[in-house]
């Protein structure tokens, strides 16, 4: 490492973090909201209506970024998990308990938005579909974790608990992205392919897309937010945590 490079690994420390995660919530957090609304407006007032399912189809710049978000999250909360385990950093195992209730809160926003888009398609609120049944254990899975993080006091063993049952959900993701292939179901297949043409029009396409950035950044800056939240209560008997606390205003 020269003297003019970043040394990434000195903001795996609490202390370090933490002015860091400030910095870049209101940047995120701004960018997710500007997002969300110009893709909210392209998909309720620009996009084409669909020739087969009329306006209804509107739910799915909603549902699909949902879906891709609580299943991206799940992966990116094991994969610090697994950090946790391997290097036993206490950074990565705040950032997994961080991600947790916003991928469990998309989890249920796509298994919401998916019962209101199937009632006029399929006639029903819900069926047992392979994938509406994997991304219903996908969200009990973020539950499960939650819970037993909150029913251990210890902290260190909370992490190594809840880091084992996330990789061992692991396994849920794959069944739920290939689910539509693997068995007959009811579900569509998938809305964007990287090796297909695409199968909307443009516009609908680019406003999927733009909900999808949305839902990314604000899951970046409410992650930052609460694992800020995280490390004061995990690191209060640090001085710096002291310190900081001090010069507060009350």
């Given at each position: 490492m020269t003297k003019t490079g970043i040394s990434w690994f000195r903001f795996s420390s609490p202390a370090t973090f933490y002015p860091l995660a400030g910095r870049l919530v209101p940047w995120f957090g701004t960018a997710a909201a500007v997002l969300a609304l110009v893709?909210?407006?392209?998909?309720?007032?620009?996009?084409?209506?669909?020739?087969?399912?009329?306006?209804?189809?509107?739910?799915?710049?909603i549902h699909v970024p949902a879906a891709w978000m609580a299943m991206f999250t799940y992966l990116v909360m094991a994969g610090w998990c697994a950090a946790s385990l391997i290097w036993n950093t206490r950074m990565s195992a705040m950032m997994a308990q961080a991600l947790a209730p916003t991928g469990a809160m998309f989890a249920f926003v796509s298994l919401w938005t998916?019962?209101?888009?199937?009632?006029?398609?399929?006639?029903?609120?819900?069926?047992?579909?392979a994938r509406l049944t994997s991304t219903l254990i996908l969200l009990f899975l973020y539950l499960g974790y939650i819970a037993l993080r909150s029913a251990i006091d210890d902290p260190r063993r909370a992490d190594r608990a809840s880091a084992l049952l996330a990789?061992?959900?692991?396994?849920?993701?794959?069944?739920?992205?290939?689910?539509?292939?693997?068995?007959?179901?009811?579900?569509?297949?998938?809305?964007?392919?990287?090796?297909?043409?695409?199968?909307?029009?443009?516009?609908?396409?680019v406003t999927m897309l733009i909900m999808a950035f949305a839902a990314w950044f604000y899951t970046i800056?409410?992650?930052?937010?609460?694992?800020?939240?995280?490390?004061?209560?995990?690191?209060?008997?640090?001085?710096?945590?002291?310190?900081?606390?001090?010069?507060?205003?009350?």
């Open positions: 893709g909210l407006y392209l998909g309720f007032f620009v996009a084409p209506t669909d020739y087969q399912q009329g306006e209804s189809y509107r739910i799915i710049f998916g019962a209101f888009w199937g009632r006029p398609t399929w006639g029903t609120y819900w069926v047992w579909d990789l061992v959900g692991v396994i849920n993701v794959p069944i739920i992205y290939f689910s539509v292939k693997w068995w007959n179901t009811l579900h569509q297949g998938a809305s964007v392919s990287m090796t297909a043409a695409p199968k909307m029009a443009q516009t609908m396409l800056a409410v992650a930052l937010h609460r694992v800020r939240s995280i490390i004061l209560e995990r690191e209060a008997h640090t001085d710096w945590v002291r310190a900081l606390v001090q010069r507060s205003p009350q």
